[in-house]
């Protein structure tokens, strides 16, 4: 490539940065939860996204995130170690590293680490609601949510 056109793209890349971001997992606060630790690897404030909000959760073994729908947003979660009880509606299925579940909008769901390790998911949803990217609905304490598990 000629000098002269190796400086004219890194002038058009002054003038036009690309149109993405890269996450680095250490740069990326990590949050304490009462199941373990997340982070949010793209959403509005981070990354400026507007379809996808994308998390990576970490399951202390025993703990999970209870009964919760997203009324707007489709999720995937996608195993990526341990394994999962994962819920959707009343139906329970194990999962192990590379199974995943398709979470429609509104769907009531769970996640829980069913074995002895950390267990981690990625957690994706879509389309980005609101002005972090996520929107939740608890409903752990309603019936018939309160009950299944025991």
């Known amino acids: 490539m000629s000098a002269h056109l190796s400086k004219n793209k890194r002038i058009n890349a002054e003038r036009n940065p690309m ?11 990590l949050k304490l939860n009462d199941f373990g630790t997340s982070r949010r690897l793209s959403d509005p404030p981070n990354t400026g996204a507007k379809q996808l909000t994308v998390s990576e959760v970490n399951f202390d073994p025993g703990k999970g995130h209870n009964f919760h729908k997203h009324p707007d947003q489709e999720e995937v979660v996608l195993v990526v170690s341990g394994t999962v009880e994962q819920w959707m509606d009343r139906e329970k299925r194990i999962l192990n590293p590379g199974d995943s579940a398709f979470i429609p909008a509104g769907v009531v769901h769970a996640s829980f680490n069913a074995g002895d390790q950390a267990a981690k998911i990625i957690a ?25 598990r025991k």
């Open 19 to 29: 149109p993405g971001k890269f996450i680095i997992a250490n740069e990326i606060q």
């Open 124 to 148: 994706i949803l879509g389309p980005c609601i609101g002005p972090n990217g996520y929107e939740v609905v608890d409903v752990a304490n309603d019936a018939p949510w309160k009950t299944l």
